[in-house]
T-cell receptor
Framework: GAVVSQHPSRVICKSGTSVKIECRSL??????MFWYRQFPKQSLMLMAT?????????EQGVEKDKFLINHASLTLSTLTVTSAHPEDSSFYIC????????????FGPGTRLTVT | AQTVTQSQPEMSVQEAETVTLSCTYD???????LFWYKQPPSRQMILVIR??????QNATENRFSVNFQKAAKSFSLKISDSQLGDAAMYFC??????????????FGKGTKLTVNP
């Protein structure tokens, strides 16, 4: 158990357009989901914490109007990169924590975003 | 703020040998969680092992074990009988206590492990 999926696995979009990335917990309910960004050969940097039914908490330096997060259900969180620019090209990873107890985060396989 | 330091950007080991990856962290908390994650070329983050700070016994998962030194704030990972499939980036991570604090993971910069046949 504890499988997290992400869709799409990779996406290419033109500069100025918006792109949505979905994160789903497939076999458990996730009250909390996390969105990370990873640049090549670097560590994961937390962008925001997403709680079901409430507004996301963004880390310092992350533009909340650019990276829109919606955690509409206990199994789905979405990250929308609005008005994407080439510097937004990166690997985006989500993780989820079980709703009932537990402290581990289970990671999705990531989404490669390329903005041309 | 909590920080996690992995002082070895790269390590290599011969197949079937043992290797130890280092991790130190800084926190003023007494109760917290520590993790080692593996990220192979597929980029999927895989939990290798976890340790609760209140437990004195070192965690073990098959060929993977940790040396948790709470006073020294050290959390090293030992991989025994290394296999080719162990080649990956390894990230050490810290999580604050569950009550009233942030749940976010703080990651180290990672150690790239190469396993030589």
């Amino acid at each position: 158990g504890a499988v997290v999926s992400q869709h799409p696995s990779r996406v290419i979009c033109k500069s100025g357009t918006s792109v949505k990335i979905e994160c789903r917990s497939l076999d458990f309910q996730a009250t909390t989901m996390f969105w990370y960004r990873q640049f090549p050969k670097q560590s994961l940097m937390l962008m925001a914490t997403s709680n079901e039914g409430s507004k996301a908490t963004y880390e310092q330096g992350v533009e909340k109007d650019k990276f829109l997060i919606n955690h509409a259900s206990l199994t789905l969180s979405t990250l929308t990169v609005t008005s994407a620019h080439p510097e937004d090209s990166s690997f985006y990873i989500c993780s989820a924590r079980r709703g009932t107890g537990g402290y581990e985060q289970y990671f999705g396989p990531g989404t490669r975003l390329t903005v041309t | 703020a909590q920080t996690v330091t992995q002082s070895q950007p790269e390590m290599s080991v011969q197949e079937a040998e043992t290797v130890t990856l280092s991790c130190t962290y800084d926190t003023s908390e007494s109760d917290y969680y520590l993790f080692w994650y593996k990220q192979p070329p597929s980029r999927q983050m895989i939990l290798v092992i976890r340790q609760e700070a209140y437990k004195q016994q070192n965690a073990t998962e098959n060929r993977f074990s940790v040396n948790f030194q709470k006073a020294a704030k050290s959390f090293s990972l030992k991989i025994s009988d290394s296999q080719l499939g162990d080649a990956a980036m390894y990230f050490c991570a810290y999580r604050p206590p569950a009550q009233g604090g942030s749940e976010k993971l703080v990651f180290g910069k990672g150690t790239k492990l190469t396993v030589n046949p």
